[in-house]
């Protein structure tokens, strides 16, 4: 089992930025795609940036240019610097990581963090 536990969430104005940071423990051996999500109150819960083990990131689309994903792989934690903060960003965020067994995919979650951007 892979335990995931962000911090970093907080409330910011409009404008502002957060940094985000998730650490992973337990079975981490194999770990490879490591990213975040976020769900607004009352929607699905969205991609917001991945990045593999060689740091290759993919991010969602409306994101690109002000979040930004990095990750340690020394470290076993993942990053996401959140700039120009808008209201519409307010989410919970989570940390999302999966491992190869060798015959399948494993997906683990953190519990979330709060992000609030006040207009």
């Known amino acids: 089992q892979v335990q995931l536990v962000e911090s970093g969430g907080g409330l910011v104005q409009a404008g502002g930025s957060l940094r985000l940071s998730c650490a992973a423990s337990?079975?981490?051996?194999?770990?490879?795609?490591m990213g975040w999500y976020r769900q607004a109150p009352g929607k699905q819960r969205d991609l917001v940036a991945v990045?593999?083990?060689?740091?290759?990131?993919n991010y969602a689309d409306n994101l690109k240019g002000r979040f930004t994903i990095s990750r340690d792989n020394a470290e076993n934690a993942v990053y996401l610097q959140m700039n120009s903060l808008k209201p519409e960003d307010t989410a919970v965020y989570y940390c999302?990581?999966?491992?190869?067994?060798?015959?399948?995919?494993?997906?683990?979650w953190g519990q979330g963090t709060q992000v609030t951007v006040s207009s």
């Open positions: 999302y990581a999966n491992s190869w067994t060798g015959s399948n995919y494993l997906y683990y």
């Open positions: 337990g079975s981490i051996f194999g770990l490879n795609g």
């Open positions: 990045i593999s083990s060689g740091g290759n990131a």
